[in-house]
């Protein structure tokens, strides 16, 4: 089975601090993308890369940047943690391919993150 | 961009059948496909059309109507382990998804 990880299920930060979200997966998966959810506007696209070191703005990346280093990992960084970016946060992957198989999605079970 | 509307609630009895619709108004069309996500877990895939016409999987069928810009998605025989959100999402090929029906079985 493809096994999505974020590393922190909960997590706590002051406004002002950045802030970390770490995802792995260990399916070999070209994609990977980060997504916010909050209640009532379902997941929104923050970033998301086709490729080791290579990243794509998605629909709301304002606040937000991303590196990825290696293929497995894809990092979410909050420069400046703001009250607005409490959330859940769900870090996704997915292969290559056109069609089911390219936009199927396998998520992680994602990091609640409340900024106080 | 994309516009995904689905209803923020259902309730059904355990045994019934529930079906749930997603209206979509998109850019381009890769596919439509439905999440299952349960309170507190991970999303996870139950279907994907990218034709018309009806997808069956178990319990589970899906609908497409491309023309219609339509979708629905079916829950046979419910069991109480069906209580979840449902969430239809569009690819134009990445995703956007709508802001999902959560699901009550009752018993």
């Known amino acids: 089975d493809v096994k999505v990880t974020q590393s922190s299920r909960y997590l706590v930060k002051r406004t002002g601090e950045k802030v970390f979200l770490e995802c792995v997966q260990d399916?070999?998966?070209?994609?990977m993308f980060w997504y916010r959810q909050d209640p009532g506007l379902g997941l929104r696209l923050i970033y998301f890369?086709?490729?080791?070191?290579?990243?794509e703005k998605g629909d709301i990346p304002e606040g937000y940047s991303v590196s990825r280093e290696k293929k497995e990992r894809f990092s979410l960084i909050l420069e400046s943690a703001s009250t607005n970016q409490t959330s859940m946060y769900l870090c996704?992957?997915?292969?290559?391919?056109?069609?089911?198989?390219?936009?199927?999605?396998?998520f992680g079970s994602g990091t609640q993150l409340s900024v106080l | 961009g994309q516009n995904i509307d689905q209803p923020t609630e259902m309730t059904a009895t355990e045994g019934a059948i529930v079906q749930i619709n997603c209206t979509y108004q998109?850019?381009?069309?890769?596919?439509l496909f439905w999440y299952q996500q349960h309170a507190g877990e991970a999303p996870t895939f139950l279907s994907y059309?990218?034709?018309?016409g009806l997808e069956e999987k178990g319990r589970f069928s899906s609908f497409l109507s491309r023309s219609k810009g339509y979708s629905y998605l079916l829950l046979k025989e419910l069991q109480m382990k069906d209580s979840a959100s449902y969430l239809c999402?569009?690819?134009?090929?990445?995703?956007?998804f709508g802001a999902g029906t959560t699901v009550t079985v009752r018993a």
């Open positions: 399916m070999d998966h070209e994609n």
């Open positions: 059309n990218v034709l018309d």
């Open positions: 890369s086709y490729d080791v070191k290579m990243k």
């Open positions: 999402a569009v690819s134009d090929y990445k995703l956007s």
């Open positions: 996704a992957s997915s292969l290559r391919d056109r069609g089911l198989e390219g936009e199927k999605l396998f």
């Open positions: 998109t850019s381009g069309f890769n596919g």
